[in-house]
C-alpha cells in the first residue's frame, strides 16, 4: 500500500474530497511510521491524520501534543482519558470527534457500548443521561443540541 487513497479510512468509507491525500511513499520517515503505528492499532489510516501529513510540521506538533495529553501519567486510565476527549467534543459540538474517540473509548474500555452512554453536564450538574435514544425527550437546551448532532450523524 504506497498511496493513501488505497488505505480507505475505513470499512465502506469515502475517500477525502476536499484535499488530495498524500503519496505515504513521500512522507517523512517519521510521520509515515506514526501513521503506520496506527493504521496497525485501528485498522485503518483516519482522513485526519492523512489531512495533516500534509504538513508535517503541523502534524509533529499535533502529535507532541495528543502525547504530552493522553500519554502521560496523571492518575486517569486511558480510557477515563478518552471520556474526557469525547464529552468534551461533544460539547464543542465536533461530531467527527465524538465518533472517531468514542471508537477509541470503546477499545480501552474494552466495552462497545460505553461511548454510548453519555451524561450532560451544564454548569457542573448532570441534566441528562443515558444512551442518546433515551434522552430524546430531553428539553434541556444542551442536550437538544448534541441530540440533534448526534442523530444528524446518522443520516448521512
Not at 480510557?79 to 480501552?108: F, P, Q, W
Amino acid at each position: 500500500m504506497t498511496n493513501a487513497e488505497d488505505s480507505a479510512p475505513g470499512p465502506g468509507s469515502p475517500p477525502m474530497t476536499h484535499y488530495a491525500s498524500p503519496d505515504l511513499a513521500d512522507l517523512p520517515d517519521d510521520v509515515l511510521a506514526r501513521i503506520r503505528q496506527v493504521q496497525e492499532k485501528s485498522g485503518f489510516i483516519p482522513n485526519v491524520f492523512l489531512a495533516l501529513a500534509r504538513r508535517p510540521a503541523e502534524f509533529r506538533a499535533f502529535f507532541a501534543y495528543h502525547d504530552a495529553v493522553m500519554l502521560r501519567d496523571s492518575g486517569l486510565t486511558k480510557a477515563e482519558k478518552e471520556m474526557i476527549v469525547v464529552a468534551t467534543s461533544a460539547a464543542n459540538d465536533c461530531t467527527y470527534c465524538v465518533i472517531s474517540h468514542g471508537a477509541i473509548l470503546r477499545i480501552h474500555s474494552k466495552n462497545p457500548h460505553i461511548a454510548d452512554q453519555v451524561a450532560m453536564i451544564h454548569d457542573g450538574v448532570i441534566v441528562d443521561s443515558g444512551t442518546p435514544a433515551e434522552m430524546t425527550g430531553s428539553h434541556h437546551p444542551h442536550v437538544r443540541r448534541f441530540l440533534a448532532n448526534w442523530f444528524r450523524r446518522d443520516r448521512g
